[in-house]
């Protein structure tokens, strides 16, 4: 996924999970890395990268709820929560860079009715020049999260997953070969 976010901002994606995978004794094993880039603040080790852009698993719910809620009482597990702390944000050092590995269980996939959200929340360094931070507030972040969503155990996956899934999200698949050869094709004609 690509996409972009201004400073304050929290967005909330969800996720439609099949509901054959409940039926069975299999587990989804889910893995997320998100980057962004980000402009430097130059001799400041702290504000080197000024901006956090931090993502985590929740319950599916509206990103109003998600965002003025304890998010400990909408964690997926108590293991689950936010790819990099926000708190303490002026004495922390931020990172453009962040994965997360978890498994949910049938039971626990039924127990949240086959669905879950991806919220993504954008904030920033406060003490940092003023120029810096205009520009933080006056830019779209741009940013990449690539998910893998996998059956386990492998010997008794269904073969299914990645076809339900497309089936009942709104996924946007991009083939770099298939573009290429689009413009191969038009570069024919």
């Not at 980000?38 to 931090?54: D, G, R, W």
């Not at 009482?73 to 990099?84: G, I, P």
């Not at 991806?118 to 999260?145: M, P, R, V, Y």
Request: with cysteine; net charge negative.
């Amino acid at each position: 996924m690509e996409d972009e976010i201004i400073l304050e901002q929290f967005k909330v994606i969800p996720i439609e999970l099949p509901k054959y995978i409940t039926e069975t004794e299999n587990k989804l094993n889910i893995t997320a890395t998100l980057c962004y880039s980000f402009l430097p603040v130059k001799n400041n080790h702290l504000a080197y990268c000024p901006l956090q852009i931090t993502f985590g698993f929740f319950k599916n719910l509206a990103a109003s709820d998600l965002a003025n809620k304890n998010i400990t009482e909408n964690q997926l597990k108590s293991s689950v929560s936010w790819s990099d702390d926000f708190f303490g944000v002026e004495n922390r050092i931020f990172s453009n860079s962040q994965k997360v590995n978890f498994s949910l269980s049938a039971k626990q996939i039924r127990d949240l009715g086959n669905q879950l959200a991806i919220a993504i929340k954008c904030t920033s360094k406060s003490e940092i020049e003023n120029a810096n931070l205009d520009n933080l507030k006056n830019s779209k972040h741009l940013f990449s999260l690539a998910i893998t969503i996998s059956e386990w155990p492998f010997n008794k996956a269904s073969g299914v997953l990645y076809n339900e899934i497309i089936a009942i999200n709104n996924v946007e698949n991009i083939v770099l070969s298939d573009a290429a050869g689009e413009a191969d094709l038009e570069a024919e004609a």
